[in-house]
């Protein structure tokens, strides 16, 4: 089972995300929240097999929140899930330790795609 942990400081998406994942029998979504630090202190007592991860998020932004999540649990892995594009944007996730990168246009099919792809341990990218 791949246990997952969604980040997003909107509720709907949090709750649209876990709605498309609910369908699947090898993922489950353990927890979620809606900050930076609230990703690091539930992905600490969670320990996830994936993190599903907004850039933007209050208080501390999801690239930051990325790094402390893997300096504590270096075999989660982390996808960002953002609206934001830029080369920046890509790049400090990635530099951050991102294991991947989807924009939420994404499809139902490649978003469980992705979260499988992550947790065996590769690269995703939008």
Do not use: N, Q, W
């Not at 300096?71 to 990635?94: G, K």
């Not at 951050?96 to 590769?122: E, F, P, Q």
């Amino acid at each position: 089972m791949i246990s997952v942990l969604l980040v997003d400081d909107h509720a709907l998406v949090r709750a649209g995300v876990a709605g498309l994942l609910a369908g699947e029998p090898d993922i489950t979504v353990v927890g979620e929240a809606a900050s930076g630090h609230e990703a690091v202190t539930a992905a600490r007592a969670l320990r996830p097999d994936v993190v599903l991860m907004d850039l933007r998020l209050p208080g501390l932004d999801g690239a930051t929140a990325t790094e402390r999540v893997l300096a504590e649990s270096p075999a989660t892995r982390v996808v960002v899930l953002t609206t934001y594009e830029t080369d920046a944007d890509i790049l400090r996730a990635v530099e951050a330790g991102a294991a991947g990168y989807l924009l939420k246009d994404v499809s139902r099919a490649d978003l469980v795609a992705a979260v499988r792809t992550a947790a065996r341990g590769d690269t995703v990218l939008a």
